[in-house]
C-alpha cells in the first residue's frame, strides 16, 4: 500500500472517500486532511475507496486511523489496518476511535483490544439553532458581550470571505498572527505561526479545499474570520476562528453570524478540540456544548 502526503492536488479523491462519512471528529474532513499534514507528520493512502490514515508519532511509530462506521466493509478494513502494523514490525495502534467503532471491533474480537480517551483532544459539537440564537440564561454572557460589540461598533457588517474581499481577510490573519505569536516572556510560539499560514493558505485556496468562511468588519477593517467545510450530512466544522482580542465581543459576534448566514441546513456544529489549552476549554465549555465527543487511542490489551 502506497502511504504519501496529502496535498490540494488530492483533494478530489479524498473527497470521494469521504462523502458519505458518519464520523462527527474533525479528523475526518477532507480540508482539515490536507492542510494539518505536515504539521503532524500524517500520512494517507486508499483501499478499497476507503481512507486510511497513519502518523508517525515518537516512541510508538505509526498509528493508524479510519472510518470503520461508514465502510461497506468495517471487519476487512480493521484488518487491513492490523496487518499494515504487522508489516512494519509494530505493535498495533489506532488513533481517533468513536465509542461505535470500539463497539464494533469488541463484538469482533472480544477482549483483544483497550481503548483509553485523552480529553485533551475531545471534540465539542453543538446544537446549530442555540450558537445562532445564544438563548437563554446559561448563554447571557454571550449576549452581553455582543451588544458591547454592537454599541462601540456601530457600523459593523458580516461578509461571506469571497474573491472580493479575501486578501482583506488574509491580511487580518498576518496581523492576528503578529499580536499573539509571542508569549508571556517573548518567546516565539511556533505552532500559532504555523496556524496562521494554514488559516492564510485556507482563505486563498477555500475553493478548492471546499471550505466556506466568514468575516465582520468594523471600521472599514477586517476584524474576525472564521472558516470551516462540510463534516457529515449533519454536521459542519470550524476549523479558523480569528479575532482580535482587545474589540469586545468579537469572538461570540463572527461565532454567531457565521452560524446564522451560512450553516442553517446544518444540525451540529464541530469546534474542534481545546488541546488542553486551560483558556480554551473554558471558552468552549461556556457556549454549552451537546455533545464532548471522546476519540480513543486502540491497542492491543496487555496480557
Known sequence: MDFFVPTIKDMKEIKDALNDNKKRCCEMSPANTVLWAKHYNTEIAFWEGNLIFRSNREKIGYVYSCNLLSAEKPKQLFDRLVELAKEEGQRFCMYCVMEE????????????????????????????????????????????????????????????ISEENEEDCAKMAMRWCMKNCTGEENEIEYDKIDESKLVVYAIRHRDELGMIGGALRAGGSIIAITLGERLTSDTFVVHFEKAFSEIQGAYPMVNREFVRHELADYTYVNREEDLGEEGLRKAKLSYRPEIILNKGILMVREA
Open 101 to 160: 467503532e470500539m463497539e464494533l471491533i469488541e463484538g469482533w474480537y472480544p477482549g483483544v483490544y483497550q481503548m483509553t480517551y485523552n480529553r485533551d483532544e475531545s471534540d465539542y459539537i453543538y446544537m446549530q439553532e442555540k450558537l445562532a440564537s445564544l438563548a437563554g440564561k446559561k448563554l447571557h454572557g454571550k449576549r452581553n458581550h455582543i451588544h458591547r460589540f454592537e454599541e462601540q461598533n456601530p457600523d459593523w457588517v458580516y461578509e461571506r
